[in-house]
């Protein structure tokens, strides 16, 4: 259960479309909506362009095709559904980024070869403990065809190979500044409060025209009236509206964060918020608006003025697989009775692990033992520290499949000073990496030609 999360990925410089190859595109484009127009040929609606990207198309049943996929595994996973024209739009923008580039790293040269992907797909297999056949079998009945996962998984790695080069190799944190960060999370004399929030957020480049940031943050306004109001649903405004890049799975929540690897307005404007409270002013960061939710407040994880401390959680969990004859709502209900036997009867959960847990820890009755920030996967930990000692989780969906998870208990560890500076250097970098690769994007999806020939609610 213990992992490595996966390195950040970046881009950069600019792209340039030939001015005839562009020619060329869009008088296909006007030329086989001008015939269906004209009735002179019919053209079926899958096949139909629905954004230019440079020197290519991304097509309707292309779009329709990600969507469906997306549907799927948000319905599998219980998750609300944005509206669809909203869900669409938000699918088209994200594959025209990755259409850019893909674009940029082949201009650039970079390549990844068919070894690389088969190792990357059989590591995949490993890591859900099955054969690649297994694997390959899974998706399948998860309605993800194999092609499709295997090119997905090539241009990950392409991606991942390009962001390395082009943005995360360049960013440093210097002394000064992990010097800074630390006192910044130890404070005044006193340790600071992790943070639980929600977000929506309005991307606002100052490279927009005035007129053109009035409208967003009028949009921002508006949606900020309908959050504020009582009895309403802050998780669906955000897979709505927000333009984050994992609203639509997320719903805006960041879990609980330090508040040194938080925007330093969002902390700003949670200091006069009660938990479950929306700020009632929209908060200004560096080129975007955010609409910010407290949810709650705990004590830090890793603080202290003299000894530094790190809060470790002694963990249990059962852990199911899907795919296969093993459906998401099937394991998600057989974990369910299982909790519900525990709480009856004052049952074994080691008992109950090492009957039905798929993991490797089953042997030891799902006992993780004492687990670090950092050292499981998002998803888990988010729902662990949300646990009281002793308490038993609802089901937990991970890459894994589905946990049901029992804190036993909870300890202060101590850190020693090159592990603290260690910890605050990898936040740091992270935080950067990921500011520099959000400008950076911009900058290469500003310089490229973009034009969406049919929107999802219809207009074009």
Known sequence: MKTVKPVCWRLSTALVVPLLA?????????????????GGTSVD?????????????????????????????????????????????????QMVLERIQIEKAQDDGITVDDAMVQRTLERLAATNHMTLDQYRDRLTAEGVPWSTFQRDARNELLLSRLREREVDSKVQVSDTEVVAYLASQRGPGAPQNDLHVQLIEFKAPAS?????????????????????????????????????????????DLGFKSPGSLPDEVVAATSSLRPGQVDTEIVKGDGVLYIVKLVDRRPAQSSGADAPKMVQTHVQHILLR??????????????????QKLLAHNGDFATY???????????QGGDLGWISPGET?????????????????????TEYGYHLIQVLGRRDADVNVQKQQDLARQALGQRKAEQAYSDWLRELRDSSYVHYETMPNGAN
């Open 377 to 397: 996967v998002p998803d888990f930990e988010r729902a662990m520290n949300n646990l009281k000692v002793d308490e038993i989780s609802d089901p937990v969906r």
């Open 353 to 363: 692990a090492r009957t039905y847990s798929q993991d490797g820890s089953a042997q």
């Open 322 to 339: 899907v795919g296969g004859s093993m459906s998401e709502p099937a394991a998600r209900q057989q974990l369910l009775d299982i909790k």
């Open 22 to 38: 562009l020619t060329a595109l869009l008088c296909t484009v006007q030329s086989a909506r001008a015939q269906a127009l004209d």
């Open 45 to 93: 609606p899958v096949d139909r362009v629905a954004a230019v990207v440079n020197n290519g198309v991304i097509t309707q049943r292309e779009l329709d095709d990600r969507t469906a996929l997306i549907q799927n595994r948000l319905k599998q996973q219980n998750s609300a559904l944005p509206p669809e024209a909203d869900l669409k739009r938000q699918v088209l923008d």
């Open 208 to 252: 927009l025209a005035q007129g053109e940031l009035d409208a967003i943050q009028a949009k921002a306004q508006s949606v900020l009236q309908q959050a504020s109001a009582s009895g309403a649903n802050f998780g669906k405004l955000a897979q709505q509206y927000s333009q984050a890049d994992d609203a639509a799975k997320t719903s805006g």
